[in-house]
């Protein structure tokens, strides 16, 4: 169970970019996150995995809070959420299997991961993941031969390999043709149910939004002013969530890049 | 027709260059002859000579022709402790260089005051000459090759540790991010994350800077920090003219063989 | 959804596929390093004197010594002169060079010849060319600003043919066609396209030929290096320090010139 409350982040002096957001995800649901771009969709997954430090309030992961972790206790709360990215964010030249076992980075030894000596059960399950979403015979393909849909496989099998108790998904679409982008919905709602794992997705797809997730979330400048089931999402929420900004539904989301600018220039890793 | 009327053909004036541009062409060339004007003036140059300097340099030609091999065998022993020094030096300098790059990187370093250590260094190294190098490693250590690989190492850890640092400020970022999010440690994202993405720039660096090395190291020896260039001196000491030749076609031959065996690595690596 | 026939173990494929090749590149290294180190002559008990040496060479050099002022100045404008002339002449050699040196407007022989006098000015490292010349006109700027002058030839004459080679054909055609001779071509049709890029690579050779002048200064052929090489033969550290402090900040101060000026023109 995935409980935020009263959570705002704001960039410096300028107004917050995300304000007093209460939203709690319980069990296996699927929700959608939806809002135009600059809305603080992305922001807001990032401060649950601590990409982006919020500037107050609280996030609980089945009871263990997030917030304020430092060094060692941060990289083991990592470890149990899992992201997707939109830019998929595999390392190029690595294979196909060496990214999805990036997934244990958190688990194995420096040494492991170095000499890439995992240990059996991770190769075990790696093969598992990747057979269920179609991709094991690229096992030793490079990521960057892959097509667009089959490298964010490999992104959604890494993100599983961590075994996370959520799964946060940051515009998994965004960068793939329709047809994909429909194949890799419907693969996060099934999976959502196999894996009984709340799965949170910042999606721009409205309709997409509505076919395969059970809840709807939507942010407006930072403030969530819509909760509620698929069927409730009308015409007039639409509105309210994207009303008046300007090709909100045609403007491509703001990469991670863009919301990273307003952070110290020189933060190191 | 009254257009035509007002503009005739011979009132019409074309130039190259608008006025401004003009007046910079202007300053520009004064600013140079007067440079040339004043480094002829002043410097200190006894003229007679340079009117018979091709007289001299033709001369030296001939006293050189024909180039003499009798001292082949010792040439060639002096090119393959050049071809070491140059080799050595290259790969010891990763040892260094790396680290260093590490720091003076902005999107790696630990802190400001590495970042601005490892900016000194690079600086430092970049800015004094191999020769000079050379110079003070001779004499802390004497003459010998380990001055000479100490010289390149010391030059080549500026040239590799700033193109690496800036191949690392060049990475993708996406995948680093990524690799946070799993929960990995630094040392994880570094090995996972950073080091496939800068993989290519670091081969093609090092062989452009072994090549670059063979050249150096063939001087080396003029300040007695070993290689060819002990060789070369003693030869030019001596007057043997015809065995400098040999010498200087043989390390055209050198570089010449260092480039094509560079460029067949590239494109082998790469 | 379970295949059984699917490997269950994995490892990292090797880098380079073939084993013998693998291990006969690591075999090869490994020799080499061996063989380099063994035949190398390092005379040990001289390299061993070498801490208490540089504690002497350091503790002479801190402070460095800036008093001779004068001698540093001297040097340090014949540099500078050598570097202008040198800069001067090799730029304006190095065109007729590149013209011979591009294969697409000169004629084989020609351009044989231009590549051959390319290829060996680059070959040579200054400081060679700088001992010979001083062997041949004496120590002094003059072998100095001829040991520049072909460095300059070499590097720009390269880069400049390159250029020529790579320039638009289309416009040499219209010339042509237009009925003008070689001559004509050239300043109508090369010049102007090659134009921007000479000037650019002028002033990076000025910056290079004033790095390399207190290089070729230690062989004898003038400028600040030959002071730097007096100040280090006469065990003077504490002076040689402080020329060489005064090097890095002029070449510091001559890369960011220079750098400004070609990012000013381009």
Not at chain 1, 136 to 147: C, F, V
């Given at each position: 169970m995935l409980e935020i409350s009263q959570l705002t982040k704001r960039y410096?002096?300028?107004?917050?970019?995300?304000?007093?957001l209460d939203l709690t995800v319980e069990g296996n649901s699927v929700v959608a996150i939806v809002g135009a771009s600059g809305a603080g969709k992305s922001t807001m997954l990032r401060c649950i995995n601590r990409l982006v430090e919020p500037t107050s309030g609280s996030i609980k992961l089945n009871g263990h809070e997030l917030v304020g972790l430092k060094g060692a206790e941060l990289r083991r709360a990592r470890r149990r959420i899992g992201m997707v990215f939109q830019g998929f964010?595999?390392?190029?030249?690595?294979s196909v299997m060496e990214n999805v076992l990036a997934g244990r980075l958190g688990y194995v030894s420096l040494f492991q991961a170095v000499t890439r000596r995992y240990p059996q059960a991770d190769i075990e399950r790696a093969f598992q993941l990747m057979e269920r979403v179609d991709i094991?015979?690229?096992?030793?393909?490079?990521?960057?031969?892959?097509?667009g849909g089959e490298r964010q496989r490999v992104g959604v099998v890494r993100a599983l390999m961590q075994e996370p108790e959520v799964l946060l998904a940051d515009?998994?679409?965004?960068?793939?043709d329709p047809r994909t982008s429909e194949q890799i919905m419907m693969l996060l709602q099934s999976l959502a149910s196999e894996l009984s794992l709340p799965v949170l997705i910042n999606i721009h797809n409205v309709s997409q939004a509505k076919t395969y997730t059970e809840r709807i979330v939507g942010l407006r400048h930072g403030k969530m002013i819509f909760d509620g089931r698929p069927a409730d999402f009308t015409s007039d929420a639409l509105d309210a969530i994207?009303?008046?900004?300007?090709?909100a539904q045609d403007e491509p989301p703001a990469p991670p890049a863009a919301t990273r600018k307003h952070e110290a220039p020189h933060e190191p890793f | 027709m009254v257009e035509e009327q007002a503009e005739r053909p011979a009132d019409r004036i074309w130039r190259r260059y608008d006025r401004r541009q003009r007046l910079i062409h202007y300053a520009v060339v004064l600013a140079v002859t007067m440079a040339v004007v004043w480094a002829v003036h002043d410097i200190?140059?006894?003229?007679p000579w340079v009117w018979d300097a091709p007289n001299q340099i033709s001369n030296l030609g001939a006293r050189m022709?024909?180039?003499?091999?009798?001292?082949l065998g010792a040439i060639v022993a002096a090119m393959l402790e050049t071809v070491h020094i140059a080799t050595l030096a290259t790969m010891l300098t990763v040892f260094i260089a790396l680290p260093v790059s590490y720091i003076a990187a902005q999107n790696t370093t630990p802190n400001r005051a590495c970042l601005w250590l490892g900016r000194f260094i690079l600086v430092a190294s970049r800015s004094v000459n191999t020769i000079i190098w050379a110079l003070l490693f001779v004499a802390i250590f004497g003459p010998g090759v380990l001055a000479g690989i100490l010289a390149i190492m010391f030059r080549s850890v500026g040239f590799i540790g700033k193109l690496m640092g800036e191949a690392i400020e060049e990475i993708d970022r996406r995948p680093v991010e990524a690799m946070e999010a799993t929960g990995a440690s630094k040392a994880k994202i570094i090995v996972y994350a950073v080091v496939p993405q800068v993989m290519p720039a670091f081969f093609a660096i090092l062989i452009l800077r072994w090549d670059i090395n063979i050249r150096e190291s063939t001087?080396?020896?003029?300040?007695?920090?070993?290689?060819?260039g002990v060789i070369l001196q003693g030869a030019i000491d001596t007057f043997a003219w015809p065995t400098v030749a040999t010498i200087l076609v043989a390390i055209i031959a050198l570089v010449l063989i260092g480039e094509a065996l560079t460029s067949l690595l590239r494109r082998k690596v790469l | 959804m379970n295949r059984s026939d699917t490997p269950r173990t994995w490892r990292k494929p090797p880098?380079?596929?073939?084993p013998l090749l693998r291990y006969g590149i690591l075999a090869v290294t490994a020799t080499y390093l061996v063989w380099a180190f063994a035949t190398l002559p390092f005379n040990w008990q001289r390299i061993a004197e070498g801490l208490p040496r540089s504690a002497r060479i350091f503790g002479g050099g801190f402070?460095?010594?800036?008093?001779?002022v004068d001698l540093l100045l001297t040097g340090f404008i014949e540099s500078l002169q050598i570097a202008i002339l040198a800069t001067l002449l090799g730029v304006a050699l190095s065109i007729p060079f590149a013209i011979m040196a591009a294969?697409?407007?000169?004629?084989l022989p020609v351009y044989l010849l231009g590549r051959a006098v390319i290829i060996v000015s680059r070959s040579f490292h200054p400081v060679i060319v700088a001992i010979l010349f001083v062997a041949a006109v004496?120590?002094?700027?003059l072998a100095g600003i001829l040991t520049l002058t072909l460095y300059s030839i070499g590097f720009v004459g390269k880069l400049l043919a390159e250029e020529i080679e790579e320039i638009d054909w289309g416009q040499v055609e219209a010339i042509r066609a237009a009925g003008a001779g070689y001559l004509a071509t050239l300043i109508y049709a090369v010049f102007p396209q090659i134009l921007p890029r000479q000037v650019g690579l002028s002033m990076y050779q000025l910056d290079s030929n004033l790095r390399a002048s207190a290089v070729v200064g230690i062989v004898g052929a003038g400028g600040i290096g030959s002071t730097l090489m007096n100040a280090f033969g006469r065990y003077d550290y504490d002076f040689a320090f402080a020329i060489l402090l005064v090097i890095i900040a002029v070449i510091l101060v001559s890369e960011g010139i220079s750098g400004w000026v070609r990012k000013r023109l381009w």
């Open positions: 410096g002096q300028d107004d917050p970019v995300l304000t007093g964010n595999l390392i190029d030249r690595l094991a015979h690229y096992a030793n393909k490079r990521a960057d031969e892959l097509s515009e998994p679409t965004a960068s793939l994207y009303g008046g900004i300007e090709a | 200190d140059i006894f003229w022709w024909p180039p003499d091999p009798t001292r001087v080396l020896g003029l300040v007695g920090a070993g290689g060819i | 880098f380079i596929a073939n402070p460095p010594n800036f008093s001779r294969r697409n407007i000169a004629p004496g120590f002094g700027p």
